[in-house]
């Protein structure tokens, strides 16, 4: 059995850093490109063969020797938490995730690891498009810890000719994971089950634990509505600014979008370490105080809005409004407000990105369109004006 050494000397750390640019390269380019598989659209007749370009993931956990990005808070963002696939399965050797043309369940033989089923998705895991000469991705999972990590980097990316027999209960998984055990399953259960929260929150659900996911949001800035315990629009809403900041989802469309799930637990587990709640709910209330009374008084009156859908040239509508208003209000829009997004609002939130960095040319990918990472930025500027005023509201009622 081969033994279980990470990147201990120069050429293996080498090969760490070339196999990262890899991973990097894919995610950029195969986000930007994709389109319907030709061989999964068609209907062809299973089973067939195609030609698949293939990584691979693992589950981090505290403490590794060593961690793809350098931290495991950017493993956890590059990798996901690693507890369950996409349709709620647990992690195991081989699961495999796969574009969203693909059903939950289809199988396929991949050499040199077996005959596996689709259970996840993937933010970079993406159909292919042959005018670029892409093929359609896979990610494998290979385990927990630095042990996965070696595996996953081991594996690198390669294109593999796989078999693919769809959805067929008849044909049962035979996978071989080189060096796996039940050892790293356990090592996971124990070391980073959630702290906070121990199950899922579900919208419509009313109990003591959405009354506390409620608090931590507002804490953290997400919720501004009255603490009821009832999983309502508002806490959903929260819920996936928080995913969107995060890296956890990018759009409502996402699968997860807004629930309270395994991720998202994790997610607030990092947030709230080391806070102090009873302190932190003190400052809130206060707050929230000040909201109600900056609406009394003409100069401090406001309609709040924060922007939680993707915007884009072409759009229209109230959102449009409030984002033109918004850009107005920076400076970096010499037009009145019309609620339509034309080129005038695109060049501003052009340069507004570059402002902040995170874009340099209009070529580049997101620009002067309102995605998740402009949101999310603009969204802070809203909610440290509101809070200058509900505080300048408290200070004139004392």
Do not use: C
């Not at 950029?28 to 030709?38: A, L, R």
């Not at 796969?98 to 050499?111: L, S, V």
């Not at 993707?310 to 009145?336: F, H, P, R």
């Not at 019309?338 to 902040?356: D, P, S």
Request: charged share 25%; hydrophobic share 35%.
């Amino acid at each position: 059995m081969k033994k279980n050494t990470i990147i201990k000397d120069r050429s293996v750390r080498k090969s760490f850093i070339a196999i990262l640019i890899l991973e990097i390269i894919a995610l950029v380019t195969f986000t930007n490109y994709e389109t319907v598989s030709k061989a999964a659209g068609e209907g062809l007749t299973y089973p067939y063969t195609q030609v698949f370009t293939i990584s691979a993931y693992y589950s981090p956990l505290p403490g590794q020797e060593h961690y793809a990005t350098g931290t495991y808070e950017g493993d956890i963002r590059l990798n996901g938490n690693g507890t369950n696939g996409a349709d709620g399965t647990p992690v195991y050797p081989g699961m495999v995730a796969a574009p969203k043309i693909y059903d939950f369940g289809t199988k396929m033989y991949i050499p040199g690891i077996g005959i596996v089923a689709v259970h996840d998705r993937g933010g970079a895991i993406v159909s292919g498009d042959s005018e670029y000469g892409t093929y359609d991705r896979l990610d494998i999972w290979m385990g927990y810890g630095d042990v996965g990590l070696e595996r996953a980097l081991n594996w690198g990316m390669r294109d593999v000719e796989i078999t693919i027999y769809g959805v067929d209960d008849s044909i049962q998984e035979e996978i071989y994971l080189e060096g796996y055990s039940d050892a790293e399953k356990f090592v996971k259960t124990v070391v980073i089950a959630p702290d906070l929260f121990s199950d899922d929150l579900w919208y419509g659900d009313n109990n003591e634990d959405i009354k506390r996911l409620q608090e931590y949001l507002a804490i953290l800035g997400y919720y501004n509505s009255k603490i009821t315990g009832y999983y309502d629009d508002a806490t959903m809403e929260a819920v996936f600014n928080f995913q969107v900041d995060k890296g956890i989802i990018d759009e409502w469309e996402d699968l997860g979008a807004g629930h309270f799930g395994i991720n998202t637990r994790f997610a607030m587990d990092s947030a709230m370490e080391n806070v102090d709640v009873d302190a932190e709910m003190e400052k809130v209330e206060l707050l929230n105080k000040g909201l109600a009374l900056m609406q009394t008084y003409p100069d401090l009156y406001e309609e709040i809005n924060y922007f939680t859908d993707y915007i884009q040239k072409g759009d229209s509508g109230s959102d449009v409004y409030a984002l033109q208003t918004e850009l107005q209000n920076l400076g970096y829009l010499m037009i009145e407000p019309t609620g339509y997004y034309g080129e005038m609002t695109e060049h501003a939130v052009f340069k507004l990105q570059q402002r902040w960095g995170l874009v340099e040319t209009i070529d580049d990918p997101g620009a002067g369109v309102l995605g998740p990472n402009t949101r999310s930025m603009l969204n802070e500027v809203v909610g440290s004006r509101i809070d200058t005023k509900s505080y300048m509201a408290l200070n004139r009622s004392n």
